[in-house]
């Protein structure tokens, strides 16, 4: 893992390890103090990946609304928003959902034929600001966004977005919002029938507990970072 990158994964989920009702359809998890937690960490980064379920489930993308949040980054001369990088190894996303008139750059993260001479950066599709081709591994991956100036990155979800991630080790940080609420089904943050994770995930030692804070209507915030020696507590500040 390249250590001038830093992907933290922000979640809520519920008191047994589940993103949605057994039923399925888009989470609702979470209060307003959690919504705030989500803020700080898409103020904190450069970019946000968001896999294509999910948003075909919302159809759109968390945005910061906090207006101190807002004027810190401004101030740092950095936009508004973070850019959000969408990754997705198929198209289908229709130009008429709300994603594509947020207030935001839209990147893509495709495994489509490239459309140009280059074949890392291919021409973006439609609705898209860049396009950029996944490589073989996740690590390869990020390195691409690192070149493209995104070295601070929030990882939103889905579930195989996120797997797919662990699998490559390439995940430094868990945010994860513990919700009083007992869903049941398989719509676990880590899928059930996942192929599995690396076993230096597995150690005890693997994470390491960076804080532990109640929030508003009996929620916890949860922060891990993963214990390597190539992790840079910089690459956090």
């Known amino acids: 893992m390249p250590s001038q990158v830093w992907v933290r994964l922000v979640l809520a989920i519920s008191l047994d390890g589940r993103l949605a009702p057994a039923a399925g359809g888009a989470a609702q998890l979470g209060g307003a103090s959690d919504r705030r937690v989500l803020e700080e960490a898409l103020a904190w980064a450069d970019g946000a990946l968001l896999g294509s379920g999910t948003l075909r489930a919302h159809r759109s993308t968390c945005l910061i609304h906090d207006q101190d949040l807002l004027e810190q980054r401004l ?6 928003q973070p850019k959000v990088v969408v990754v997705s190894r198929q198209q289908g996303h ?4 709300p994603f594509f008139q947020q207030p935001i750059q839209r990147w893509l993260l495709s495994s489509q034929q490239p459309t140009g001479e280059d074949s890392t950066y291919p021409l973006p599709s ?3 600001e860049r396009q950029f081709l996944l490589a073989s591994s996740w690590p390869q991956t990020l390195n691409r966004l690192v070149e493209a100036g995104l070295s601070k990155l929030v990882l939103l979800g889905g579930a195989q977005l996120l797997t797919s991630m662990l699998q490559d080790d390439a995940v430094d940080e ?4 513990l919700t009083p609420r007992l869903l049941g089904g398989g719509h676990a943050w ?3 029938q996942s192929l599995g994770l690396p076993e230096a995930l597995m150690s005890a030692d693997s994470w ?5 804070k109640p929030l508003a209507g009996h929620e916890l915030l949860l922060r891990y970072w993963r214990h390597r020696p190539s992790s840079l507590p910089s690459a956090i500040s």
């Open 75 to 80: 101030s740092a001369g950095r936009p508004a």
């Open 94 to 97: 229709s130009l008429d959902w």
């Open 126 to 128: 439609a609705g898209y």
């Open 174 to 177: 868990l945010q994860l919002t």
């Open 190 to 192: 880590v899928p059930l």
């Open 208 to 212: 390491c507990l960076q804080e532990v």
